[in-house]
């Protein structure tokens, strides 16, 4: 206990680290109470509050957030960053973060995806800035370069080859790797002389030209990225909850892309019915004006006029009153969409006047 009172006061007081170690508690305790309260409220537990919907408003927690940020922030330029004042602020600005963060995925989509794949992006978001804040607690700053000493080029140039490192690094869509390895000497090197991922910006300039490099990156993919991705989904469904299966709202780009396909299948498939339908009624058409002058086999009844002459069939009349109403010709289509050739059309039943002698 001495040992760590020692190393607190070494390490926190004397560093004036002490608002900092504040703010990354508020972000931690703030991050945890509202994971717990928005999976109580999932579960639909009695005894926890639930949401806070005044006059049927759901309010989310990202705008007690923004709340904390402000107090936080403006609190310490009012008080001109003096003590206690620094340190309490330091613990409300934490936990604003913490709230502001964990609905990360809703300002980015500017919809509701808490629940859904969309809301991983806010785990990835209060995650890294969890281990930046930790970083910036660990060290000075990075590579561990102290302000006010004089100028050192050999470590000005190793700090840009571990910027470049990183760039590539990120490039080639390793986001962990290159994010951390900002801090940490040494990791950005490693993800940027290893292969790129194959869906990666880099993969898509460099190994286009490569297919022997682009199978060893997907051979690559298959076999650790998916054990690594597996093993995040399960980290990530522990601490924040597994999302939907089918997500209850997507994003509004989304609904407006799935009715727009919902529309133009519909139209497609109307198009096809009604050229169907034209085809059709155009051989019914023609068949008819054929068979008027065929001889005509036993059993075929005629039909007759007011004065004894051949009259119209039903069909002829259905169809002239049909274009006197102003509608249009509609004809029956087959759900299989196959023609069938047969003498007489399946659906429009032709009569041939015959006169008896």
Known sequence: ??????????????AHKQPLLLLLVGFITSFVFIRFSVRMIRAQVRWWPGNVTPGGLHIHHMVFGLGFLLAGGIGVFATYGGHPWIDWFGLVFGIGCGLVL?????????????????GRKSVDAVIFGILFTALLLVGYVPLGVVPGEETRWGLITVISVNAL???????????WTGLLGIMVPGLSWIGAIRLARPSSPWARWRYATRPRRRARALRRERLLHRRADRARTWLFDLIAGAPDKVPANH?????????????ATAHLDAH?????????????????????????GPGEGAAFGPVGLPGPSRGAQQRRRAVRAGRNRTYAVRPTGLERRSSRHPHLRTHTPRIHR
């Open 1 to 14: 206990m001495t040992t760590l009172l020692d190393g607190y006061r070494e390490h926190i007081l004397a």
């Open 102 to 118: 964990d609905e990360f995925a809703l300002i980015l989509h500017l919809d509701d995806v808490y629940w859904s794949e969309q």
């Open 165 to 175: 490192a990183s760039v590539i690094t990120l490039i080639k869509g390793k986001m």
């Open 251 to 263: 994003p509004a780009a989304h609904r407006v892309a799935e009715r727009m396909a919902a529309r």
């Open 272 to 296: 096809a019915a009604r050229a169907l339908a034209r085809r059709q009624a155009r051989l019914a058409d023609r068949r008819s004006a054929a068979a008027a002058g065929a001889p005509l």
